[in-house]
């Protein structure tokens, strides 16, 4: 007879997920990180982001339950039959983005991001930046209110509200899309390999100060950021059978 999963829960500081913390454990109780088989994190998409950072050597696979509002990285939530759920769940193997952002005071600060690396203008004018693909300038000046680089898995998130392109989640590429592009105006990013390093410098950082943020973690005046897809580094996330990561960025087309 196989041993039962040895679960740990996990759970953001919001009301609900305090809640339902105290029931599952309750229920089936909760093993210690580095004792269990799997990480069950409960809260909205922004704790599975901060839960996938925080284990990211471990591991685990990590099987979200919502008790946010969207959850697009989470399953439905339910105290039944969870065991069970988790032994037919389905994993994806996702990779994070690093990133390495120099501020005007020389500086050097590295992050990762599962979803997306941007850069957005941190006062009244547009920011200018200068593109470089694999030591390559693609182009030598991008007016806009910022940029960003997403993985398959953040596509549908900031990508997206800027009419960035849905990236199929086995595709081995990065889209490198523009917020409120001014020149050139009609330009609506690229797709790239997922191989490519990007770098973007800031042109007249002074006049037009740049932030970078990477999943939350942001900084100011940035004068030159690099971003590159993480491979050595492997988030694995559970989904019910049928509500996949794949099934999720297809359906999202077409809402």
């Known amino acids: 007879m196989a041993e039962p999963l040895k679960i740990a829960f996990l759970a953001s500081?919001?009301?609900?997920?305090q809640r339902a913390l105290k029931r599952l454990t309750s229920r089936y109780g909760s093993a210690p990180l580095d004792q269990a088989d799997v990480i069950v994190a409960l809260g909205g998409d922004g704790f599975?982001?901060?839960?996938?950072?925080?284990?990211?050597s471990m591991d685990l696979p990590v099987y979200g339950m919502n008790c946010g509002t969207i959850g697009f990285l989470m399953n439905e939530y339910s105290e039944k039959d969870l065991p069970q759920r988790l032994a037919r769940a389905e994993e994806a193997v996702i990779n994070p983005l690093a990133m390495c952002a120099v501020d005007r005071?020389?500086?050097?600060?590295?992050?990762?991001?599962?979803?997306?690396?941007?850069?957005l203008r941190a006062g009244p004018q547009a920011a200018k930046l200068r593109i470089s693909v694999d030591g390559k300038v693609r182009m030598e000046e991008l007016v806009c209110d910022g940029a960003l680089v997403c993985t398959p898995a953040g596509s549908t998130a900031y990508n997206y509200s800027a009419h960035g392109p849905i990236l199929p989640i086995g595709a081995?590429?990065?889209?490198?899309?523009?917020m409120a592009a001014f020149r050139p105006r009609r330009w609506r990013g690229a797709l790239l390999p997922k191989t490519a390093h990007?770098?973007?410098?800031?042109?007249?950082?002074?006049k037009r100060p740049v932030m970078a943020d990477a999943d939350g973690r942001s900084v100011r005046d940035v004068v030159s950021v690099d971003v590159h897809s993480e491979p050595s580094i492997r988030h694995r996330i559970l989904f019910?059978?049928?509500?996949?990561?794949?099934?999720?960025?297809i359906r999202e087309q077409f809402l």
């Open 13 to 17: 500081e919001t009301e609900p997920a």
């Open 48 to 56: 599975m982001l901060q839960t996938l950072h925080g284990t990211q």
């Open 105 to 119: 005071n020389g500086d050097v600060h590295e992050a990762l991001a599962i979803n997306e690396v941007s850069l």
């Open 172 to 178: 081995d590429i990065l889209a490198l899309t523009a």
């Open 198 to 206: 990007v770098r973007f410098d800031v042109l007249e950082p002074e």
């Open 240 to 249: 019910d059978p049928g509500h996949g990561l794949e099934e999720r960025l």
